[in-house]
């Protein structure tokens, strides 16, 4: 059974910082693209940003500079640094593991931007 477990959202003032972490469970972690996506109140959900089985990473051009990707394949876990956070990020952050036509889902962490 596959499980993506996402922790680490929370209520965060702007220009303040967090760290989102998806754990990984039933797959080859060290094979699939990981990524987190976001879905803010009555919008599409949108890429946040991925990184391969081979550390290349790509993000989103709104988070590019403010926002890390980082993965530990002995952990089979995938991180996401938010820092400089804009009340405009705020949104449900979700977890994705994909290997071709493969896609996995995790329940999502919120993340709220207010002062």
């Known amino acids: 059974q596959v499980q993506l477990v996402e922790s680490g959202g929370g209520l965060v003032q702007p220009g303040g910082s967090l760290r989102l972490s998806c754990a990984a469970s039933?797959?080859?972690?060290?094979?699939?693209?990981m990524g987190w996506y976001r879905q803010a109140p009555g919008k599409q959900r949108e890429l946040a940003a991925t990184i391969t089985s081979g550390g290349r990473t790509n993000y989103a051009d709104s988070v590019k500079g403010r926002f890390t990707i980082s993965r530990d394949n002995a952990k089979n876990t995938v991180y996401l640094e938010l820092n400089t956070l804009k009340p405009e990020d705020t949104a449900v952050y979700y977890c994705?593991?994909?290997?071709?036509?493969?896609?996995?889902w995790g329940q999502g962490t919120q993340v709220t931007v207010s002062s």
């Open positions: 039933g797959i080859i972690f060290s094979r699939f693209v």
């Open positions: 994705n593991a994909g290997l071709a036509t493969i896609a996995y």
